[in-house]
């Protein structure tokens, strides 16, 4: 791809999401978000493959079919009650749809089906972009509108984002289609606490975004695509192997690091709101989650491949970004000890 073709469609993927985060009218919010749709389809059909193409068709249809529900929602909002404002949605069928259309955006069960299909045929990159930046403007959207959302429609999605993230990973072996499935469980932790403390799911985003870029960059940096590759990354790249395995425990939410912290908050808040049984049901649909997670850490940690004598180290080589990724992968797993100043910051 040229280079500047590159880089207007980079700069096309950021002003969208900025133009979503500064608007205060629906209609440029959903500007912003197709900005964001169209930018995207030329990254993922950069390689000439079926798969791609494939990828690229599904994500167009579940994207315009969601952006159709956003616009038709806020257009029934402004029609019944004469306000285009983003704050001021508060027609309950109008919040209905638009809560279904932001959802298909984001891939939340049950809307969930195109996202790990449309990851797996792209590369790592632009899984990468679609894993991270692209969640970043439908869930600051939900987290704008909080109040006027439907509660009880929102636990369902997130009992069973939770679940379905936690079982549909379980007998994979492609990495992207578990990051997928990881992004799923994520996103039913965001949802489930977003009516009771909307600032939670803020920072449950960010690490969720923290944890998956550092993540897409060792596959990227290892070569990984499947667990086998990814049990070679030992051989290659001993020092990323092991902060590999240390990130995927705080992907499934293990103490001391990052990623107990959200969930860890998120479980006493609903315990404060007296969802016993709900709490019980996400923290248990977790552990399906963890599973994999372990499985992946298994894979590289406990495995050696046969083939020793043919595997060059690259460890000392391709040095780029590598400040950066030491950085991020801080921030992913030591930031437990903070927990204190974190939650006078959120109350």
Known sequence: MSPYALSIIMSSLATGTMLTLASNHWFMAWMGLELNTLAIIPLMTKTHHPRATEAATKYFLMQALAS??????????????????????????????????????????????????????????????????????????????????????????????????????????????????????????????????????LLNLTIYLMMTTVMFLMFMNTMSTTINKMAMSWLKNPVMAASMMIVLMSLGGLPPTTGFMPKWLIIQEMTKQNLIAITTIIALSSLLSLFFYLRMSYSISLTTSPNISNTFSIWRQNNKNQMFMSMMIILSTLMLPITPTLINILN
């Open 68 to 201: 159709a529900m956003i616009l038709f929602s806020s257009t029934m909002n402004a029609w019944f009650m004469g306000e285009w404002e983003i704050t001021s949605m508060s027609h309950p069928i109008s919040t209905t749809i638009l809560t279904i259309g932001l959802a298909m955006k984001l891939g939340i069960a049950p809307f969930h089906m195109w996202l790990p299909d449309v990851l797996q045929g792209l590369n790592l990159l632009t899984c990468l972009i679609l894993s991270t930046w692209q969640k970043i403007a439908p869930m600051i959207l939900m987290i704008q509108i909080y109040p006027q959302l439907n509660t009880n429609l929102l636990i369902v999605m997130a009992i069973l984002s939770t679940t379905i993230g936690g079982w549909g990973g379980l007998n994979q072996t492609q990495l992207r289609k578990i990051m997928a499935y990881s992004s799923i469980a994520h996103l039913g932790w965001m949802t489930l606490v977003l009516c009771f403390m909307p600032s939670l799911t």
